[in-house]
């Protein structure tokens, strides 16, 4: 399927009005053909092609957000899929107007709200579940404020990775330009320029000062090049096997200290809390255990998720297939006590706020382990220049000295 702008001549009373309109057609032929079987002249038919980047200024988290609550707030006085109808038609931005027009033609053509919205390919595996369960059960106006919540959790998780990452890659550029910088820069220039002294003794004592600096800082450049390639090829490693839990770069995520804790809590308050969300949105707990094995990317807490799907669907009551590590002694007992769907949507809310707890705690040790790996790294690098511009210093005052002789 394709998007089309197509102008077209009506003819009306004698008169002939030229007319336009958006279409989403496998391709011109049909275009042409249903303009024709209307009654329609074709006189320009059009594909229209989506911005390069859509992702980054149409199909953003905001507009997301923005439009869930437009859908509250007009699903209020409307159905969903008038209220669908009316945004989509009241839309003023030329690029936002041609991603609805999918939806736009779902809708016209007679689909139901949850098949328009998917056709947008605008929200995530699970808020769209929450969606189509809610109007499955007939409760489509409770559930969107689950899905905005949902939403709004995802992007701030996102941005705190990314302010995250934005600090660690700064002081890594910057430590790594300065060694970069020193080895093939300034080391070169001191060779180059010498000592002006012909004081036997400290020619050689220049002579090893800089041998010694290159020797040194090309161990820093080696070792810390090193850390950061193999770095990210672990990630990429990792990145590619995510989803098998028994992969080595997945064994050791899991016994890595203090990061391992931290990956394993984050992603347990996450997947817990789209847990709560989706129960309470009205989805199967086959189909949401579905949705979050395939939203989870940490070995563990996949491997809870998957191995509890497997020991439900072979006839395991729920509560003891969920009771497993990694959750802890507590929460396994809550999850025992459960009688009903609601109060397991309860026990996960009550899991994800006790995760979210022990994950911040776990992110205030890797901030002050940062922290430290950051200062020895630069304190080594600061000490390397200071001892560079401390032989160019020496070196300049031998020559004064063998001047004034």
Same mark, same amino acid.
């Given at each position: 399927?394709?998007?089309?702008?197509?102008?077209?001549?009506?003819?009306?009373?004698?008169?002939?009005?030229?007319?336009?309109?958006?279409?989403?057609?496998?391709?011109?032929?049909?275009?042409?053909?249903?303009? #024709?079987?209307?009654?329609?002249?074709?006189?320009?038919?059009?594909?229209?092609?989506?911005?390069?980047?859509?992702?980054?200024?149409? @199909?953003?988290?905001?507009?997301?957000?923005?439009?869930? @609550?437009?859908?509250?707030?007009?699903?209020?006085?409307?159905?969903? $899929?008038?209220?669908?109808?009316?945004?989509?038609? $009241?839309?003023?931005?030329?690029?936002?107007?041609?991603?609805?027009?999918?939806?736009? +033609?779902?809708?016209?053509?007679?689909?139901?709200?949850?098949?328009?919205? #998917?056709?947008?390919?605008?929200? *995530?595996?699970?808020?769209?579940?929450?969606?189509?369960?809610?109007?499955?059960?007939?409760?489509?106006?409770?559930?969107?404020?689950?899905?905005?919540?949902?939403?709004?959790?995802? $992007?701030?998780?996102?941005?705190?990775?990314? +302010?995250?990452?934005?600090?660690?890659?700064?002081?890594?550029?910057?430590?790594?330009?300065?060694?970069?910088?020193?080895?093939?820069?300034?080391?070169?220039?001191?060779?180059?320029?010498?000592?002006?002294?012909?004081?036997?003794?400290?020619?050689?004592?220049?002579?090893?000062?800089? +041998? &010694?600096?290159?020797?040194?800082?090309?161990?820093?450049?080696?070792?810390?090049?090193?850390?950061?390639?193999?770095?990210?090829?672990?990630?990429?490693?990792?990145?590619?096997?995510?989803?098998?839990?028994?992969?080595?770069?997945?064994?050791?995520?899991?016994?890595?200290?203090?990061?391992?804790?931290?990956?394993?809590?984050?992603?347990?308050?996450?997947?817990?809390?789209?847990?709560?969300?989706?129960?309470?949105?009205?989805?199967?707990?086959?189909?949401?255990?579905?949705?979050?094995?395939?939203?989870?990317?940490?070995?563990?807490? @996949?491997?809870?998720?998957?191995?509890?799907?497997?020991?439900?669907?072979?006839?395991?009551?729920?509560? @003891?297939?969920?009771?497993?590590?990694?959750?802890?002694?507590?929460?396994? *007992?809550?999850?025992?006590?459960?009688?009903?769907? *609601?109060?397991?949507?309860?026990?996960?809310?009550?899991?994800?706020?006790?995760?979210?707890?022990?994950?911040?705690? *776990?992110?205030?040790? &890797?901030?002050?382990?940062?922290?430290?790996?950051?200062?020895?790294?630069?304190?080594?690098?600061?000490?390397?220049?200071?001892?560079?511009?401390?032989?160019?210093?020496?070196?300049?005052?031998?020559?004064?000295?063998?001047? #004034?002789?």
């Amino acid at each position: 399927m394709k998007l089309f702008h197509a102008k077209y001549a009506q003819m009306r009373q004698g008169a002939v009005n030229v007319m336009e309109e958006d279409f989403y057609l496998p391709d011109q032929h049909a275009v042409r053909r249903q303009l #024709r079987n209307n009654g329609f002249y074709p006189i320009t038919i059009n594909e229209q092609k989506p911005a390069l980047f859509e992702w980054a200024d149409v @199909r953003s988290r905001a507009w997301q957000i923005q439009l869930l @609550r437009a859908l509250r707030f007009q699903g209020a006085t409307a159905s969903a $899929g008038t209220a669908l109808l009316n945004i989509i038609e $009241g839309e003023s931005d030329a690029k936002r107007r041609l991603a609805f027009l999918p939806t736009r +033609t779902v809708l016209k053509g007679g689909g139901s709200f949850s098949e328009a919205l #998917r056709a947008l390919r605008l929200l *995530d595996a699970a808020t769209m579940a929450i969606i189509t369960a809610g109007e499955r059960a007939g409760d489509l106006k409770g559930v969107i404020q689950h899905a905005i919540e949902h939403t709004e959790e995802k $992007g701030k998780q996102t941005k705190i990775i990314l +302010t995250a990452l934005s600090w660690l890659s700064f002081d890594i550029v910057n430590i790594v330009g300065t060694i970069w910088g020193a080895q093939f820069g300034f080391i070169p220039y001191l060779k180059s320029q010498g000592t002006k002294t012909t004081d036997a003794e400290s020619v050689d004592r220049f002579n090893h000062a800089i +041998t &010694l600096a290159t020797w040194v800082n090309m161990t820093l450049l080696v070792v810390i090049t090193s850390l950061i390639v193999g770095g990210a090829i672990f990630v990429a490693l990792y990145w590619f096997n995510r989803q098998k839990p028994d992969h080595y770069t997945s064994k050791i995520l899991m016994k890595a200290p203090i990061m391992s804790s931290y990956l394993r809590n984050i992603s347990m308050k996450e997947s817990s809390k789209l847990m709560q969300r989706l129960l309470n949105g009205k989805v199967p707990l086959a189909d949401a255990l579905d949705i979050i094995i395939e939203s989870v990317n940490e070995p563990s807490c @996949r491997l809870y998720w998957s191995e509890s799907k497997s020991r439900i669907m072979a006839g395991v009551d729920p509560s @003891r297939a969920l009771s497993r590590w990694p959750l802890m002694k507590g929460e396994r *007992d809550q999850i025992m006590t459960i009688q009903s769907v *609601d109060q397991l949507a309860e026990v996960y809310a009550a899991i994800a706020e006790e995760r979210g707890l022990m994950a911040k705690s *776990d992110q205030r040790r &890797l901030a002050i382990l940062g922290i430290i790996m950051m200062m020895t790294l630069a304190g080594a690098t600061v000490l390397m220049m200071v001892y560079l511009l401390m032989v160019q210093n020496q070196s300049f005052l031998d020559s004064l000295k063998g001047l #004034r002789s």
